[in-house]
């Protein structure tokens, strides 16, 4: 029992520290935070825009929560994908695969860390549209609100860790995270509903954790039914995502390992 | 001094230095020897992007599905523009090799402007296939007797952007950040350049500083020249007006800011 709850405690610290370590990078990088704060002003402007004159009935409301979790999902690929690259940079990627600590474990704080900035994100770009838009804040739910958006932000560090896995293996693969960007926003619903998407690749959609978290996000906020449902197949999701993680970590370390490539840029 | 290697050798090299050195350097920097690194990135993204904005567009119907399929098959050009010549000095950096590329007699604007070329290059050709899948996917009507026309639009428009990329990479000459900015950059013109919202539509300030940036006009140009209407030529001479005032800040930066690198000692600071 005590080796257990000794095992709890050290995890929650690694965990806890690296996002706190993570988040003091990223704040490190003015540019990056000038990023952070524009992006999500771009994108509700540029939503609020297109959807200006338009003959759809979408309130400025859910444009708003679209464009944030379109900012959202930016930063947490944007964050996610520069991470083990970053690492890698600074010559501690080696070190830290070889360290006791699972690679698993010291890398989902980074992801974490770029999906919480991801949270500023959505906070923006609701009090952009509310000042520049006239969208009015009013939340359906606002508990499970915020339960929705905490199960989302984690869904989409789950994908981001995901897709970063390859990153071990392939230092040019983050030239391929932008790629994600556009596939990711069509396929969760964000501004367009996955209703009107082909059947075939609903499907797809099904499959994406995001999806499931805007569906709660949006109902939460609009106070349709159907959000504890969403809440919990995008939590289940997401718990896939981190097993496929774990085990793709684990062979793509060793790849990397045994063909002496960890270090190479 | 930056310069005397082209006051002493013959016109064969600074050719040699501006096509061959800034084709090179701009494959290397990019790991982009391999065509599978260099196919996804290049064409992947554009592409994604369109499909993206065609189907959005067909959406919300405030305009013809063929407004966002030309915006985007043009803001194609802009991704490869923008990247490639901020990654041109940063990437130098981060490789560990700016100081040895700036402690040669070569001259830096021609060192300089040959990394630009590729640029203009790639995002010329990934604006041609965009415009193929636009036709496509996005109800664009290409007629044949239109297509050289078109062709020159595209070709001013990479130049114009490539030259806005210029600019941003002088930056990374202090910062480490140039790749991040260019990002930023790409978002906001998608906003402000009349790429998927008319310019009409801005509140004027913002049309204002759309009309400031690389695009705006060769955007306005190519759906001038689908639609078989005249006049383009004043649109392309502001296009190439906008080019020449960002080449020439971005050369100006390169020199004050390398000047200033040395004196402080910092070229090499990550």
């Known amino acids: 029992m005590d080796v257990l709850i000794r095992r709890v405690v050290s995890t929650a610290l690694v965990l806890s520290r690296g996002w706190l370590l993570e988040l003091r990078q990223l704040?490190?990088?003015?540019?990056?935070?000038?990023?952070?704060?524009?992006?999500?002003?771009?994108?509700?402007?540029?939503?609020?825009?297109?959807?200006?004159?338009?003959?759809?009935t979408e309130g400025p409301l859910v444009i708003a929560l679209s464009a944030g979790l379109m900012g959202m999902w930016s930063t947490t690929l944007m964050g996610s994908g520069s991470a083990i690259n970053r690492l890698r940079f600074m010559q501690v990627l080696e070190p830290l695969v070889a360290c006791p600590t699972p690679t698993f474990l010291f890398s989902l704080p980074f992801a974490l860390a770029t999906a919480?900035?991801?949270?500023?994100?959505?906070?923006?770009?609701?009090?952009?549209?509310?000042?520049?838009?006239?969208?009015p804040l009013e939340l359906a739910s606002p508990v499970l609100f915020v339960v929705a958006v905490v199960v989302t932000v984690v869904s989409l560090s789950?994908?981001?860790?995901?897709?970063?896995?390859?990153?071990?293996?392939?230092?040019?693969?983050?030239a391929l995270a932008n790629f994600f960007e556009y596939p990711i926003w069509m396929l969760s619903g964000v501004l367009v509903p996955v209703s009107s998407l082909p059947s075939s690749v609903r499907y797809a959609a099904d499959l994406l954790a995001p999806s499931w978290g805007v569906k709660a996000i949006m109902r939460s906020a609009t106070g349709e039914s159907g959000t504890f449902s969403a809440v919990l197949i995008c939590s289940l999701l997401s718990v896939l995502?981190?097993?496929?993680?774990?085990?793709?970590?684990?062979?793509?370390?060793?790849?990397?390992?045994?063909?002496?490539?960890?270090?190479?840029? | 001094m930056a310069g005397t290697f082209q006051r002493n050798t013959g016109a064969a090299v600074t050719l040699r230095l501006f096509f061959m050195a800034g084709w090179r350097s701009h494959m290397a920097l990019f790991r982009w020897m391999r065509p599978s690194a260099f196919f996804p990135t290049v064409i992947g993204v554009p592409t994604v992007q369109l499909v993206w904005f065609v189907y959005l567009g067909n959406y919300v119907g405030t305009h013809p599905v063929a407004y966002y399929a030309v915006g985007n098959a043009l803001h194609a050009s802009a991704i490869a523009g923008l990247f490639a010549p901020a990654m041109s000095i940063q990437g130098e950096r981060f490789s560990g090799t700016l100081t040895a590329v700036l402690a040669t007699p070569a001259r830096r604007s021609v060192m300089f402007l040959g990394r630009v070329v590729p640029a203009v290059l790639i995002g010329f050709l990934t604006s041609v296939v965009m415009f193929a899948l636009a036709a496509v996917v996005g109800d664009v009507e290409l007629p044949w007797s239109r297509l050289p026309q078109l062709a020159g639009?595209?070709?001013?428009?990479?130049?114009?952007?490539?030259?806005?990329?210029?600019?941003?990479?002088?930056?990374?000459?202090?910062?480490?950040e140039a790749i991040l900015m260019a990002n930023l950059a790409s978002y906001f013109m998608?906003?402000?350049?009349?790429?998927?919202?008319?310019?009409?539509?801005?509140?004027?300030?913002?049309?204002?500083?759309?009309?400031?940036?690389?695009?705006?006009?060769?955007?306005?140009?190519?759906?001038?020249?689908?639609?078989?209407?005249?006049?383009?030529?004043?649109?392309?001479?502001?296009?190439?007006?906008?080019?020449?005032?960002?080449?020439?800040?971005?050369?100006?930066?390169l020199r004050c800011l390398e000047q200033s690198s040395r004196r402080h000692a910092v070229l090499d600071e990550m």
């Open chain 1, 116 to 135: 919480s900035m991801g949270l500023y994100s959505l906070g923006a770009t609701l009090a952009w549209s509310a000042l520049f838009f006239g969208m």
């Open chain 2, 190 to 253: 998608l906003l402000v350049c009349g790429i998927n919202v008319s310019l009409e539509s801005l509140p004027d300030w913002l049309a204002a500083v759309g009309r400031l940036m690389p695009m705006t006009h060769g955007i306005q140009a190519a759906r001038d020249v689908l639609a078989g209407t005249t006049g383009t030529g004043v649109l392309l001479l502001l296009e190439l007006l906008k080019t020449a005032v960002f080449l020439g800040i971005a050369l100006i930066m």
């Open chain 1, 27 to 56: 704040m490190r990088s003015r540019l990056y935070l000038v990023t952070a704060v524009i992006l999500p002003l771009v994108f509700a402007s540029l939503a609020h825009y297109m959807f200006a004159g338009s003959q759809r």
């Open chain 1, 241 to 265: 995502y981190a097993a496929i993680t774990l085990i793709l970590l684990r062979r793509f370390e060793w790849l990397a390992r045994s063909s002496g490539t960890l270090a190479l840029q």
């Open chain 2, 153 to 176: 639009v595209i070709l001013v428009t990479a130049t114009s952007c490539s030259a806005f990329g210029l600019l941003i990479g002088a930056i990374g000459l202090r910062t480490r």
């Open chain 1, 158 to 174: 789950m994908l981001g860790l995901l897709l970063a896995s390859a990153f071990i293996l392939y230092p040019t693969a983050q």
